[in-house]
């Protein structure tokens, strides 16, 4: 992979073989055992950023959000060979920056040590460590089979 910094910004149209290439590059096959579904969830969120280095998509991040109360953080993704340079931060920080006047910022990420370093270096907090009994979260995942 190229040394140059990738351009970040917002990207609102990714062409379905570019995106299939970095979420199965992350190893993400619930999104690419179904392109027309990745495809579309990318097409109707409210903010899609990338990072393109050398032309070459190397990282993506989405936002779902009403814009004024809420914005849902998803799918921050960094191609393999570009880990470790920044490029998530950079990311990360392109959507809160967007929503910077949104009081309440969520997501949701696997239980790995290094996602909870790196989300708690961008200010995010587990719910139990919020504050005791104020928050609780709960999700539902319906088999869409």
């Known amino acids: 992979m190229d040394d140059t910094a990738p351009a970040i910004g917002p990207e609102?149209?990714?062409p379905v073989d570019e995106l299939l290439a970095l979420y199965q590059a992350v190893g993400w096959s619930a999104y690419t055992d179904s392109p027309d579904?990745?495809?579309a969830g990318v097409a109707g969120s409210s903010y899609v950023v990338t990072a393109r280095?050398?032309?070459k998509l190397v990282g993506l991040a989405r936002a779902m959000s009403d814009g004024a109360t809420i914005c849902y953080l998803q799918d921050v993704l960094v191609h393999p060979d570009a880990q470790r340079r920044g490029i998530g931060r950079a990311l990360v920080r392109a959507v809160l920056d967007r929503?910077?006047?949104v009081r309440q910022k969520?997501?949701?990420t696997d239980d790995e040590p290094g996602q909870r370093a790196f989300y708690e270096s961008l200010g995010y907090a587990e719910i139990r460590d919020y504050g005791p009994g104020t928050l609780r979260s709960f999700v539902?995942?319906?088999d869409q089979s």
Request: net charge neutral.
């Open 53 to 55: 280095q050398g032309g």
């Open 106 to 108: 969520v997501l949701l």
């Open 99 to 101: 929503y910077r006047n």
């Open 12 to 14: 609102p149209e990714i």
């Open 140 to 142: 539902r995942f319906d």
């Open 37 to 39: 579904l990745l495809q």
